[in-house]
């Protein structure tokens, strides 16, 4: 079978390639269904794009590279297809976009754009032997057990990162770049919670508290934090793990909205016979732990200004230092990948065999958590699918 366009893999860049791409696209993936991450995201109702997004959401070898593809497809043209399929949205916080009913609406959305423009999708399909005799790609698949051979002009890889395997992420794309001599950054997890080796935070499990969370290259992000019975997670945590790398520490500020000192002074003023453990904005399991850690006996009136600024000095620079990552098995994201300095910008093809495209999370560009990872996946798959 001869196509003029072969797109692996039907998540999120893939299905938006084909739209683009057009007739002729052929869409393959061994899964049973297609677009599985965007069905579980955002809690099922997808956080599809984000209001703020720009370049500096995204990590990257080259920080410059996303510009292109992110400023020719942009949030608000995502959001412009998701109201023409009258898909209802709503604003979470900061920025973040989701489905009023269900993240369903998206793949559906997704599949009538690929299939207006004429594409088609095989699933259960595995991916085979991939060569080029120089004008054209043949790939070997197996669908549902039988044997098919396609012969493609343009070969796109989407097959995205190592996150959840159990979701049937592979190391594909990866594989597919080094046969083609395309260099690979190194990967690891990201937007992934921390691990603590005898997790130290065990008792606290389930207490969520808003933070600024800070990495050692002073990259900072104030958003909640959430004690597990594995270690460190929620959102702050999620953000801070792209900065992250094995052995360094995090600060962690417990106040990050007030100054703790002069609301500590003025709760002396008012209140001094009262126990200083009571008067600390913190959810009381935290503020039990943190007697563990620092006295904080007697009543306020007895703490000098030293003393009050020494603790308030620890509780807004709490320095924990995380054993690793929940890695792949829950990252919501991959970092690294695709070595940006071998594809074009604009078309994501690769500069020494132009045929070959590599489009969404496979590439090394990354997101923050927010809606930012799927507004690259539109992006970097409208710049391929136009290109071609
Ligand atoms: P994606 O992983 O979506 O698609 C790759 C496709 O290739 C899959 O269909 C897979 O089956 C197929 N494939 C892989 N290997 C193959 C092989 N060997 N053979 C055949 N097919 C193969 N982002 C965001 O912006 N907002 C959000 O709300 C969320 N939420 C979220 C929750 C969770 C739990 C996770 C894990 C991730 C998110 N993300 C997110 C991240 C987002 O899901 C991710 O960045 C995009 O799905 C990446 O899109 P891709 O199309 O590049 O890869």
Same mark, same amino acid.
């Given at each position: 079978m001869q196509v003029d366009t072969l797109i692996l893999g039907a998540g999120a860049a893939g299905l938006h390639c084909a739209a683009h791409a057009g007739p002729g696209t052929l869409v393959v993936d061994h =899964?049973?269904?297609?677009g599985e991450k965007i069905r579980i995201s955002g809690g099922g109702r997808c956080n599809f794009t984000n209001l703020y997004a720009g370049p500096d959401n995204f990590l990257s070898a080259n920080p410059h590279f996303c510009k292109s593809a992110l400023a020719r497809y942009t949030q608000w043209d995502f959001i412009d297809l998701v109201g023409r399929h009258g898909i209802a949205w709503h604003e979470k916080t900061l920025g973040q976009l989701f489905c009023d009913s269900a993240a369903k609406d998206i793949i559906r959305m997704l599949l009538d754009e690929m299939t207006t423009a004429g594409a088609d999708l095989w699933l259960r399909t595995e991916i085979g032997e991939i060569t080029h005799d120089g004008a054209r790609f043949h790939v070997t698949l197996d669908r549902e057990g039988r044997r098919q051979n396609v012969t493609a002009r343009n070969l796109v890889v989407?097959?995205?990162?190592?996150?959840?395997?159990?979701?049937? =992420?592979?190391g594909l794309a990866y594989d597919i770049a080094r046969q083609f001599d395309v260099p690979v950054t190194p990967t690891r997890a990201g937007l992934v919670p921390f691990t603590f080796s005898d997790n130290p935070f065990a008792g606290l499990s389930g207490v969520s508290a808003p933070v600024r969370v800070a990495a050692e290259d002073g990259t900072s992000f104030d958003e909640a934090l959430l004690f597990t019975h594995r270690g460190l997670s929620g959102p702050a945590m999620l953000q801070i793990s792209n900065y992250w790398h094995e052995g360094e520490a995090l600060s962690l500020n417990l106040a990050p909205a007030e100054d703790l000192f002069e609301t500590l002074r003025t709760a002396r003023q008012r209140a001094g016979r009262k126990g200083l453990s009571g008067l600390l904005p913190l959810p009381g399991r935290l503020v039990d732990h943190l007697a563990g850690l620092h006295?904080?006996?007697?009543?306020?009136?007895?703490?000098s200004d030293a003393r009050l600024r020494g603790l308030c000095d620890a509780l807004t620079d709490w320095q924990v230092r995380p054993s690793?990552?929940?890695?792949?098995?829950?990252?919501e994201v991959t970092l690294g990948g695709i070595d940006t300095d071998a594809l074009s910008s604009r078309t994501m093809a690769v500069k020494a065999l132009p045929a070959l495209h590599f489009i969404g999370e496979a590439v090394d560009v990354t997101g923050w958590l927010g809606g930012y990872n799927f507004q690259w996946a539109w992006s970097s798959a409208h710049a391929a699918g136009r290109a071609i």
């Open positions: =899964a049973k269904a297609p989407a097959t995205g990162g190592k996150s959840i395997p159990k979701m049937g =992420a592979t006295d904080l006996s007697g009543n306020i009136a007895d703490w690793g990552t929940e890695g792949y098995r829950t990252a």
